[in-house]
């Protein structure tokens, strides 16, 4: 099934009512607003514009937006087809001597897949927006492994639920509505009504307000009070630092109370938030990690890791099984290399790169890089390509992947979802990369180059 | 050779028992992706003379495309970074892409190591139905082999409350709704009832009777439900089961309940090397092995496949998650858990078998025992539950450790003997494979179990998936460097080296069923599921579905 015929497809099946009085309406649309990835928005279109949304939260209804998007295909500065965009890029990173390709929000696994490829056959380094926000709880997860579930566990088993310096309110504002505490479960009757609430204040970090119970941490105290409650869950005590005696240790007194109700509940759950930027310490993510591991002794208990919306969790999932590495895979060698401490921000900074391929949605790239990127010859593909603010030398502006692009996309916890796109766009993301990659293979050199690079 | 070329193999000897040939010296003729009769005398001809010929290998238990795979690929960056595997040099400009190995390979060098070895259908025995796309999208990245999956059903609370209903025809029509909604090719059991109870905070189910939430629903219950199903619905593989109480001693107690409690029905019992230790929880480990294999041998409804361990590192992943608790606890490893929304669970811990720790010497022994005392190799697939018991790259020493008696031996005197006492193989047992044997328990065998008729064999009409082997008295070089691998008439492997790398077809069912059920379905997601109803199924798949019946 070619792409735009995907898009007329899916759009059908998701429509209940069809054409009516000059609008469509399209339903079931998976929402990338935020990592929850809601999947029962209503999206009213009207000429050709996005006119109207259903069940969708401010933040989804800044995603949206009209669903209007720029539709520039430029070559240094002048327009061109896609056929010479892609030419253009093409000669570029072939000839680039250490080429970048970076995995922005707001692309589908598709365009990720297609991506990935073209990393492995340029030798470049490949790298995403998850090395500037989620990776100590990657890095901590592949020391410690971790204990998680999808979201519907914690909608139908949990009942006592932590939100760990996080106010879904304002960050993932449906996860109350959706996830817990407020949905009747399967196991939890009454909603709300059988769920405690736990709001723990890290620093300025604060949980939500509405909460049965509170604890604050001051932000430095983070991962003595994780570790104080762990401790507390196997039955050990941490060595007491040095503390005049005249003062109590109440931070450890509020640790035990914590571990006391969550080793007390049936299905505990401790919710946190990795973006949008790396609020823990390596040693603090570690802390919530093995918590909640310890927790699966008494009871049992998940740990949900919430992220920023664009299907970032997809960039780690295909990066992980196309080249065994979530994040900062280096194919300068041919075969991967997993750099997470470098990561393509630190490398570029340092002038490693001559070119970089920038894929996805501009605005999304981490303020530092895209500064470093005004340095190195610019390819940006994705919805407002031509809006980026590093000076790409050739733009291609692609629809955004779930509003004028099909496909899939992964939500937080791993669970995939099918994308509705609801409009026309212009060429898909997943298209211009096939094109991009078509157009390599017209330059021998490089289809050789990773080749040669392993020899 | 094109897809659609023709290829005449001349002089090899061709392993085919499913049609009956054991050796026989003939050519053997290629058209259009398909084995035929005959061709012109002028087509392309493959020089076969001295040279072994069976068809590809057919991998029936896997773990190579799930959600639950791919936490165990994050997991282990480093088995990752020692195993580094450039893009194959293909031929014609075809573009192949680098990875990595370990014990569980990225997916394109997954595809292109089943192919190095010969195999060229695979499938993944554990998918979560609400992650499907997830698995399709890794298989469409797994190149050359012809590839599906089975559907998790057995800890599923939508089929535990039909059970408990007592409605066990809407119990089938939900799993033959599900498996077309998945693409999945089979219904996989994982510990039944013992996932639900591990979610609601239980360790363990209690037998066979155990209560699993309702009276009505126990493992008996549900192994009974869905074997029905699976033979009701014509499916082409039976019901694929992986029984209670995984790696503990006593088990095959266990497991000879669950056999027995399905008499008469036909079932798959997978890994079953995990699942026939002797002994008692509390007074040690011996094998079981013999009395196990010897319910097997007698009923000719039974199949399984060994799940044999290896020594060396591994991954243990399953939907089995009490099983990786109970492994974490008792390791200190690293552990990976994560529980599936109304289907099942998930666990992952990354483990060593050493020859020299006295239960990994007495697992490695019951799985050779298992192998050793089967009568019937077409009801006894070669598997190590691949990451589980070791790699399928390991795949060609075990194939030596039951063609070689002598290498056998000599392998069995490094291992600890602590568990040993009593078994079988201690004892001595003299029996050697033959090639015929080997072909029958990696590719013949398979095939037949999972109805797949156009494979595991050679004859007109078959798939033209065929393995060409140089005879070495080393079986294991023999069998890790097949000479020439064609996949659907395509040459992927010529002299030892990946040459082409066509995309695999997808292999998944569509039974019928009672359409009115989805509407109970539906409310049962709005009520408690986070995805759509709208959103679960994954829609048409690019290859058609392999026939029911």
Not at chain 1, 415 to 431: I, K
Not at chain 2, 315 to 337: F, I, K, M
Request: aromatic letters at 6%.
């Amino acid at each position: 099934m070619s792409e735009s015929e995907s898009v007329v497809e899916r759009a059908r099946d998701g429509e209940s009512n069809g054409e009516s009085n000059g609008q469509r309406r399209v339903e079931h649309v998976t929402c990338l607003g935020c990592g929850l990835a809601c999947d029962d928005i209503t999206v009213v279109v009207r000429s050709a514009r996005i006119a109207a949304l259903e069940r969708a939260c401010p933040l989804g209804a800044r995603w949206f937006g009209d669903g209007a998007v720029p539709r520039a295909i430029r070559v240094a500065g002048r327009d061109a087809s896609i056929e010479e965009a892609s030419g253009a890029a093409a000669r570029i990173v072939a000839s680039a001597e250490r080429p970048l390709v970076y995995l922005a929000a707001d692309l589908s696994c598709e365009a990720q897949r297609e991506a990935a490829g073209l990393a492995s056959r340029l030798g470049a380094m490949l790298d995403s927006v998850s090395s500037a926000t989620v990776l100590p709880f990657v890095l901590a997860a592949q020391r410690r492994g971790r204990a998680t579930a999808t979201f519907g566990e914690i909608r139908n088993r949990g009942d006592v639920i932590v939100f760990w310096g996080v106010d879904p309110a304002e960050r993932y504002p449906r996860f109350e509505e959706r996830v817990a505490p407020e949905p009747e479960g399967m196991y939890v009757v009454g909603g709300r009504g059988g769920r405690t609430v736990i709001a723990v204040d890290v620093g300025d970090a604060r949980g939500p307000a509405r909460a049965d119970r509170r604890m604050q941490v001051a932000a430095a105290d983070e991962e003595r009070a994780l570790a104080l409650a762990r401790a507390a869950v196997v039955g050990r005590a941490v060595a007491s630092e040095a503390r005049g005696a005249e003062q109590p240790d109440t931070l450890a007194a509020d640790a035990a109370t914590l571990a006391d109700t969550l080793a007390g509940a049936r299905y505990a759950v401790i919710v946190h938030d990795a973006e949008p930027h790396p609020a823990r310490t390596d040693d603090a993510a570690e802390g919530l990690l093995t918590l909640a591991q310890a927790l699966n002794g008494p009871t049992r208990c998940a740990l949900i890791t919430l992220r920023a919306g664009g299907n970032r969790s997809g960039a780690e999932a295909v990066l992980t099984w196309r080249t065994g590495f979530p994040l900062a895979v280096d194919f300068a060698r041919g075969a991967p290399r997993y750099r997470p401490l470098e990561g393509a921000s630190r490398l570029l900074e340092r002038g490693e790169f001559d070119a970089a391929l920038i894929l996805g949605m501009p605005r999304s790239v981490p303020g530092a890089m895209a500064r470093s990127l005004g340095r190195v010859r610019c390819i940006a593909v994705g919805p407002r390509a031509s809006e980026n603010a590093f000076g790409a030398e050739v733009v291609i502006d692609t629809g955004v992947a779930g509003i004028h692009e099909g496909g899939t996309a992964v939500r937080a916890d791993d669970v995939p979802l099918p994308l509705r796109p609801s409009l026309e766009g212009p060429a898909s993301a997943t298209q211009v990369l096939r094109e991009l990659a078509r157009a390599l293979s017209a330059l021998e050199p490089v289809a050789t180059r990773a080749a040669d690079a392993a020899r | 050779m094109s897809a659609a070329g023709q290829l005449r193999i001349v002089g090899g000897a061709i392993h085919d028992p499913a049609n009956g040939v054991d050796g026989e010296v003939r050519d053997l003729c290629i058209r259009d992706g398909k084995i035929v009769a005959e061709l012109p005398d002028d087509a392309p001809r493959l020089n076969a003379r001295g040279m072994v010929v069976m068809p590809g290998g057919v991998d029936i238990h896997s773990h190579v495309a799930s959600t639950s795979v791919n936490q165990g690929r994050l997991l282990q960056p480093e088995e990752h970074e020692v195993d580094p595997e450039p893009a194959p040099a293909l031929v014609e400009g075809e573009p192949s892409y680098a990875g990595t190995g370990g014990t569980i390979p990225s997916t394109f060098t997954t595809g292109y190591r089943y192919a190095g070895l010969g195999y060229t259908t695979v499938f993944d025995a554990a998918v979560a139905p609400v992650a499907a796309r997830s698995a399709h999208a890794q298989l469409d990245d797994t190149p050359i082999v012809d590839s599906g999956f089975f559907a998790l059903l057995g800890n599923d609370d939508y089929l535990l409350r039909q059970i408990a209903a007592g409605e066990r025809e809407r119990a089938r029509d939900y799993a033959a709704w599900l498996l077309g909604a998945a693409g999945a090719y089979a219904i996989k059991v994982v510990n039944p009832g013992g996932v639900a109870l591990w979610k609601g905070g239980a360790r363990d189910v209690n037998g066979l009777d155990a209560p699993v939430g309702s009276a009505a629903v126990t493992p008996r219950a549900i192994l009974e439900t869905l074997a029905d199903a699976a033979n009701a619905l014509a499916l082409p593989h039976a019901v694929h089961i992986h029984c209670n109480n995984l790696g503990v001693p006593g088990n095959s107690a266990t497991t000879l309940e669950s056999m027995r409690a399905l008499s008469g029905r036909r079932a798959h019992f997978t890994h079953l090397q995990f699942h026939s230790y002797g002994g008692a929880r509390d007074a040690g480990w011996r094998s079981g092995a013999a009395e196990v294999i010897a319910y097997v041998n007698a009923n000719a409804e039974v199949s399984c496949d060994v799940g044999q361990v290896m020594f060396g590192p591994a991954t243990t992943v399953t939907a089995d998650a009490p099983v990786e608790y109970l492994l974490h606890a008792s390791t200190g490893r690293r552990w990976l858990n994560m529980d599936i929304e109304m289907e099942t669970g998930c666990g992952v811990v990354p483990y060593v078998y050493k020859e020299t720790a006295a239960v990994a010497a007495l697992q490695w022994v019951v799985g050779l025992e298992l192998f050793l005392l089967a009568s019937d190799p077409w009801r006894t697939v070669l598997s190590t539950d691949h990451p589980n018991g070791g790699s399928f790259m390991s795949y060609p020493r075990l194939i030596r450790l039951l063609m070689d008696r002598t290498y056998r031996d000599e392998q069995l005197a490094r291992v600890n003997p602590h568990l040993l006492a009593g078994s079988a193989l201690a004892d001595g047992l003299a029996r050697e494979y033959t090639l015929n044997e080997i072909a029958i328990v990696t590719r013949a065998g398979p095939a037949r179990l999972l109805g797949l008729r156009d494979k595991g064999h050679l004859g007109a009409g078959a798939d033209a998936d065929v393995t060409l082997y140089s005879r070495d008295a080393d079986t294991e070089r023999m069998f890790a460097t097949p000479r020439y691998v064609i996949k659907g008439g395509t040459l992927v492997v010529e002299e030892g080296q990946l040459r082409r790398a066509p995309a695999g077809r997808r292999l998944h069912v569509r039974p019928g069923y009672d359409a009115a059920i989805t509407r109970g379905i539906e409310r049962w997601f709005d009520r408690f599921g986070t995805v759509r109803f709208a959103n679960y199924a994954v829609g048409a798949l690019g290859d058609p579905p392999v026939p029911c019946g």
